[in-house]
């Protein structure tokens, strides 16, 4: 595996966006939780960014009776995040047992502890910066917008998710299952780096190709 390097701006902005988790599994002892809970709020940073691609895109083509498509798409894709927070919060938060309920006194404690770290919203900061910069540059810039139609955005951010997110889940278990040691942490945060790049090229690159 060749470590990630950059080859446009927003893929700097991606890797630079990623080395925040891996600097808190390092140096500022993350745990597993943390890291996963983070990318699950990369989830929804994507899927409001890929919600106002549809919005532009409907207004730019004056699709105006297409509007209940972004809300739709709002709605499944939220529940399809909230499902994925409810199981990472038990699995990897509260690791609670079978037949153990979460109450809901620990829930906000452990999500109140994990929002009062500077470096994990810092790295929150981060994502949001590299998902912006990529729809300026990616999505308006270089006129993505004119390659895409509504009906092949509404799956749109799913395919690169799921695959990516079954990595990092099964990468967590590991962890998990091995202590959460720091390199296995490290490890977990360089694989979803590497995972991430590839599926923003081979996004980006389908779009530059067509004419």
Known sequence: ??????????????????????AGALFWDWKVFDIMFLYWMENVIIGLFHAAKMTLLLARKKLYAGFPIVIFFIFHYGMFCLGHGIFLIVLFGLQLKTGQTAQW??????????????????????LVASHGFS??????????IDKVNPAMML????????VLHVVIL??????????????ALA?????????????HRRTH???????
Request: neutral net charge; aromatic residues 8%; glycine residues 8%.
């Open 1 to 22: 595996m060749n470590p990630p390097s950059p080859k446009t701006p927003s893929e700097a902005f991606l890797i630079a966006a990623n080395l925040l988790p891996l």
């Open 105 to 126: 006194s620990e829930v906000d404690a452990l999500l109140s502890t994990l929002t009062a770290d500077p470096l994990f919203l810092l790295a929150a900061a981060g």
């Open 135 to 144: 729809f300026f540059d990616n999505f308006i810039r270089k006129r993505e």
């Open 155 to 162: 799956m749109g951010p799913y395919g690169r998710i799921i």
């Open 170 to 183: 099964l990468g967590g278990g590991v962890a998990m299952a091995l202590g959460q040691p720091v390199w």
């Open 187 to 199: 490890m977990l945060a360089v694989l979803k780096t590497f995972g991430d790049l590839q599926a």
């Open 205 to 211: 690159q389908k779009l530059a190709e067509k004419q």
